[in-house]
């Protein structure tokens, strides 16, 4: 059990997410004065801003969790009040459980890989186009076609049980791999590296991405953004094609014979998507022995 507790640093992003979200919830509901709060996060920002390595990252852990819990505390405000926009309270709330809960899991079962990246807030300029992009189409589409965003519940419905069952199976995926999860390729096998091919990674061999992909595709179908729909699911679908067939490379690499059998039983569970074909073996690595056999996995 030893392996499933975080290191400081997650417990103190678990406790400042939730008493952020509570606080936010109160500080709604009384006459209390919001300049205590700002003071608050203002002096973690300071805090983060010394030359005190350790208080530093606390500091903006902390900071960075308040800021999402209180983004979590919106959603709900959002979904709980607003009669013609409850499905943005959901957006809003997925997109701050997502980024606090990937940097949660990686203190719990990765800790010697965690950093303020792990909460994946910068996770490329790619990605952070893509999100102003999808809010800058919700919002001029709600000023310009009310009826887009508000006559069609069933439709975001569809994305909000297409991003809660993303972020299942993406959480299910960290929780399993444990400290083999890393949010980056490997380039170099670890000692404690070992091929997991139970659970959800017996369905997919890629279920993490898989969570993402959904997840990421039925933000915008929450939405009922037509235009970054179409682009998330293009983007993602070129994302985890590049990310798949370089992965799998090292993979072979690392495991050998044991990934190709695991590869040609197990499908990448991401549509149309082969990672590293087994045929480009021998090319790739042209003195293995490796028995390629036919790939059975998509």
């Keep these: ?21 509570f606080s936010f919830l109160a500080l709604d509901a009384s006459s209390y004065n919001p300049w205590v ?13 010394l ?9 903006m852990v902390t900071l960075i969790s308040c800021g999402l819990g209180l983004l979590f505390g919106v959603g709900l405000l959002l979904l709980a009040r607003s009669e013609t926009l409850p499905f943005l309270g959901i957006y809003v709330m997925a997109l701050s459980f997502f980024h606090f809960s990937e940097y949660f899991l990686t203190a719990t079962y990765n800790p010697t890989s965690l950093t303020l990246h792990s909460f994946l807030l ?17 919002g001029v589409e709600l000023w310009l ?22 972020e299942l199976l993406r959480k299910l995926a960290m929780t399993q791999a444990k400290s083999n999860f890393t949010h980056t390729v490997m380039y170099e096998k670890r000692v404690s590296h070992t091929l997991v091919t139970s659970g959800v990674y017996g369905w997919f061999r890629h279920p993490s991405y898989v969570g993402w992909f959904w ?67 021998k090319v790739m690595f042209p003195a293995s022995d490796l028995d390629v056999g036919s790939e059975g996995g998509k």
């Design 37 to 49: 709060a700002a003071l608050f996060l203002l002096l973690l920002l300071l805090l983060g801003l």
């Design 1 to 21: 059990m030893m392996d499933c507790i975080p290191v400081l640093e997650g417990k103190v992003a678990l406790v400042s997410y939730i008493a952020s979200i």
């Design 122 to 138: 910068d996770h490329s300029p790619e990605y952070a186009v893509a999100a102003l992009a999808s809010w800058l189409e919700f």
């Design 215 to 281: 997840w990421s595709v039925g933000t915008q179908v929450l939405l009922c953004n037509p235009v970054c729909l179409v682009a998330y699911a293009l983007a993602s679908w070129k994302f985890f094609s590049e990310r798949t067939y370089n992965e799998e490379q090292y993979l072979i690499h690392f495991f050998g014979q044991e990934y190709v059998y695991y590869k040609r039983r197990v499908w990448s569970g991401l549509p149309f998507i082969r990672g590293f074909p087994l045929e480009e073996i």
């Design 51 to 59: 030359p005190l390595p350790q208080l530093r990252q606390v500091a």
């Design 145 to 166: 076609f009310p009826g887009l965003k508000t006559s069609h519940p069933y439709f975001s419905l569809l994305g909000a049980l297409m991003v809660a069952g993303g």
